[in-house]
């Protein structure tokens, strides 16, 4: 079944359509990392005003891991816009998701330029940050094979051969524990020394994810046709090699943002692609095939932020001739997903004195994941359209709950002002009636247009 608000999105990709096939003329190809550099340095110089450039460190090889951030104020986190990414090339011999992201990249700009209401829309409300390769060292290995002599292996992982999508803090054994004994559901404790058990890219991502507040996002593979969603490490350790459902608390979310993405896209969805059959388009990663230490986990595990990981060619290094098909194929796909960041909740929480509480816990009743708000104070929290009943909690505060509704459009906002649990009375009158523990009453906006 498509997801909700699938007509508006259809005529929205008509729209699309017209404008990108005018801009598809320019040149398809694939970009070496000198070539990749000035074609980000580039949408820069076009789009100075929304687009900057900027780098989370280095690869192994000393190669810059550069970013290109879309937004209308570019370099600021803005109060309650969220953020957002797209990594590509995680393995270095997965080229297609770079291709797209570059692609994607000067679509933006142009559509931009171009006063597209959707994209104008996009990058008014919402940080994106596009990071086009996260292996670039991997990926000079795969691409001085070339497309035909390119091997299944070559390239896969950086100039040390390690596979990156293994490499992040297993945290998964540490929240199957606390699910058993009722622990923490969030930002979990990273592991002691876990600078030195990691390569560079994957120090560089976490850094960045420690930096940026991201709500939303999708890493993008090769050898597979399928949106993939966590968990990808299997429950039970007896069942490794056996294929397990590993639902997360918000699978129902999950679920709905890997079909937008499958449904979308011009083939994905219709299941059968490379050989394999996936309903819908979709898969739970510990489904298909269990594995430790991958990024989506450690996003949805350490941070607020839902990754996916999208397997976007049968073939890992196309030939530049197939690359317009699969541009078309997926720039619907890329746009639609990069949408879902503005579902669900969001608001501030502050005190008394209208000072933001950052790292405050939202939590929604009946799915056992907090997310925390910023340094703002401002939360996101995606979810579908309901019913729900949220609670806004900081240590030395009085929570503070309310009902919500969740409509399918844009997300609506809730305030939480919270107040010190220390300016409450202590000791009242025989006959005042205590209001310690009473909750304050959170302000409720429904106008999903509103800006602040
Ligand atoms: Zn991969």
Redesign the pocket.
Known sequence: MPPQGWTAPRLCALLLGVTGLLASGSDFQHHRYDDMVRALFAVQSQCPYVARVYSIGRSAEGRHLYVLEFSDNPGIHEALEPEFKYVGN??G??VLGRELLIKLSQFLCDEYQARNQRVTRLIHDTRIHILPSMNPDGYEVAARQGPELNGYLVG?GNAREIDL?RNFPDLNALMYYYEKTNGRNHHLPLPDNWELQVEPETLAVIKWMQNYNFVLSA?L???AVVANYPFDKSRDPRFRGRTTYAATPDDKIFRKLARTYSYAHGWMHKGWNCGDFFNEGITNGASWYSLSKGMQDFNYLYTNCFEI?L?LSCD?FPAESALPREWLGNREALVSYLEQVHHGIKGMVYDENNNPISKAEISVAGINHDVTSGVDGDYFRLLLPGTYTVKASAPGYLPSASTVTVGPAEATFIFYPLRHASLQPMFLGKHKRSTVGRPTCPRVWTLSWQRY
Do not use: D, L, S, V
């Open positions: 995680m393995h011999n997965e896969r999508n890493n593979h090769g050898g990981t397997e890992k």
